[in-house]
């Protein structure tokens, strides 16, 4: 077997600042992501890097080129709505939108959005294909689901385990978190939480639940700043470029730095999760159109909302 070298989670530089809740990270709580430089030498070692780091980061693994078509796809459509302004590549909000107005049914505007050729090219792609399969270590297929996120000023998402979404099905699962351009930290990329797919004790509150099934909250209450700190763990980002993907297992938790870029401008991204091609599917995220939670499909996504709702709300 090779043996790769890999660049271990160190600090941040000092001149980086990430922000959750509203509240600068401590920089002792602030890590960086381990990543596998040469990872195309070293495939078989990325069930390796799951095992041990829960994720695994993966600089380029998908055509920069299309990656950034299917972000001006997704902005040309919410610009047709009214809720980002024109040039729509800059990607700022305007606080008003025409979404309901012009699409009544809201599920299924965002499904339209959701599964544009541009999009699923690189969610669903061969590219993806691929790495997931070198992931997880067998043939993969995806979910026909998928989460896409618009991600507006001052918004994030709370610390979460994916197990409790999706557990129907295959427990050979990943999901892949797919930035829909540059993603700096200002812009509140992914944030996981260090060594928490070891967290054998939380691991076991949580294993088996349903959110469906048991009317839970999937996200956890406490912010990750304190969860860090009692825990005294790490949380661990870094600024990704579009053409990156990060997969991470079921049990890794991850939510996102708040989107601090300013001017109202929306940061984008997509996960779509890849299990094994020979197990059982959660019925829930598969089919034309998926179920999803409570049979709403794409209208039980928050993206399904008017942006303008979410940008006054903040």
Do not use: K
Request: aromatic share 8%; glycine share 10%; net charge negative.
């Amino acid at each position: 077997m090779s043996t790769a070298s890999t660049v271990p989670p160190e600090p941040l530089a000092l001149s980086d600042a990430a922000f959750i809740a509203g509240a600068e990270v401590p920089a002792a709580l602030l890590g960086r992501l381990n990543e596998l430089p040469d990872w195309r030498q070293h495939l078989d070692q990325l069930p390796l890097q799951l095992a041990r780091d829960g994720y695994v980061l993966l600089r380029g693994a998908l055509p920069r080129d299309a990656v950034l078509a299917a972000r001006r796809d997704v902005l040309q459509r919410l610009a047709e709505v009214g809720e980002i302004a024109e040039p729509s590549e800059a990607a700022l909000a305007t606080g008003r939108s025409q979404r309901a107005a012009l699409h009544p049914d809201l599920g299924a505007f965002w499904q339209q959005v959701c599964e544009s050729p541009a999009l699923r090219s690189v969610s669903h792609g061969l590219a993806l294909a691929d790495v997931s399969a070198a992931v997880l270590g067998c043939a993969t297929v995806p979910f026909d689901f998928l989460w896409l996120r618009t991600m507006a000023q001052g918004r994030a998402s709370p610390l979460h385990f994916d197990h409790v979404y999706m557990n129907r099905g295959s427990q050979r699962l990943v999901t892949a978190w797919i930035p829909l351009g540059d993603v700096p930290l200002r812009a509140g990329p992914l944030v996981v939480v260090e060594g928490s797919h070891r967290f054998e004790d939380l691991i076991a509150r949580y294993r088996g639940v349903d959110v469906d099934r048991d009317s839970l909250p999937g996200s956890f209450p406490e912010d990750a700043v304190a969860f860090a700190q009692g825990r005294q763990t790490r949380l661990l980002t870094t600024a990704f470029q579009a053409g990156d993907v990060m997969l991470f297992d079921m049990f890794t938790l991850h939510g996102s730095c708040d989107n601090r870029l300013g001017g109202g401008q929306v940061r984008l991204s997509c996960d779509v999760r890849w299990q094994a091609a020979a197990d059982a599917r959660d019925d829930r995220w598969f089919g034309h159109p998926p179920p999803g939670h409570g049979g709403l499909s794409y209208g039980g996504l928050n993206g399904a909302r008017p942006l303008g709702e979410a940008y006054l709300a903040r």
